[in-house]
C-alpha cells in the first residue's frame, strides 16, 4: 500500500469510527485529522469537504457489508428462508459484539445516517437511499427463489423486501436504544412472517 493510500484509507477509517460511534454532526475535521494523524492539507487532498468524506465512508461501508456478512446471509447455496435467518444471526453477533468491545451498540451507519442527515443533505439521503434499495433487492431475489421454488405463496416482493428491510432496520434501532442486541434476537425471526399480497 502507498503512503497516499495509506492516509486515505486512516482518514476513511477514522471518520468510519466516529461517525458510527458518535454523530456526522458531532464529529469535525480537525478531530478526523487529529485522531487519523494526518494534516489538514493532507485531509482536503482526498476529500475537498466533510460531506465528500461522508459519502466516501458510506460506499466503504456499503462495500464492505456487500461483500461480507450480507454476502454470507444471501449465498445463493442457501435454502431461501435460511438466508433470512442467517442475516438476523449475522445482525445480532454484530451488534452484539460492538457492545461487547464499547459498553453500547452503535446500530446500523446507514439507519443512524439517515436519521440525521436525510433532511438536511439530498445528496447523503440519495446515497443512503441507494444503498437500501440494494439491501432491498437482496431480500427481494431472495423472495422471488423462495415462491418460484413453492417454499412461499406469492405475494408481492418487491413490496414484502421493502417491509423486510424496513424491519430490520427497526429493530436494529430499537435495539441500539434500549442498548441491548437480544432484541435483534427475539424480535428477528418475526421477518419471516411479513407478507404483502399482490394488488388485482
Known amino acids: 500500500m502507498s503512503a497516499e493510500t495509506d492516509t486515505r484509507s486512516r482518514i476513511l477509517a477514522t471518520a468510519r469510527e466516529m461517525f458510527h460511534g458518535r454523530s456526522y454532526a458531532d464529529v469535525g475535521i480537525q478531530e478526523i485529522c487529529e485522531k487519523s494523524r494526518v494534516q489538514k492539507g493532507s485531509f482536503y487532498h482526498f476529500f475537498p469537504s466533510k460531506q465528500d468524506l461522508a459519502l466516501a465512508v458510506i460506499d466503504d461501508m456499503a462495500k464492505d457489508w456487500a461483500h461480507g456478512f450480507v454476502a454470507e446471509a444471501f449465498d445463493q447455496n442457501l435454502p431461501p428462508l435460511e438466508r433470512l435467518d442467517y442475516m438476523i444471526d449475522a445482525a445480532y453477533y ?3 459484539a460492538a457492545a461487547d468491545i464499547e459498553g453500547r451498540m452503535p446500530g446500523c451507519l446507514f439507519g443512524n445516517l439517515a436519521l440525521e442527515m436525510s433532511t438536511r443533505d439530498e445528496v447523503m439521503r440519495a446515497k443512503l437511499n441507494a444503498v437500501f434499495d440494494r439491501a432491498r433487492d437482496k431480500f427481494r431475489f431472495t423472495l422471488d427463489e423462495a415462491v418460484a421454488a413453492g417454499a412461499l405463496a406469492a405475494m408481492d416482493t418487491d413490496a414484502t423486501a421493502t417491509a423486510m428491510l424496513a424491519y430490520l432496520e427497526g429493530i436494529i434501532l430499537l435495539a441500539k436504544t434500549r442498548n441491548d442486541p437480544e432484541v435483534i434476537l ?15
Open 186 to 200: 427475539i424480535l428477528g425471526p418475526a421477518i419471516k412472517t411479513l407478507r404483502i399480497e399482490l394488488s388485482h
Open 94 to 96: 454484530w451488534q452484539k
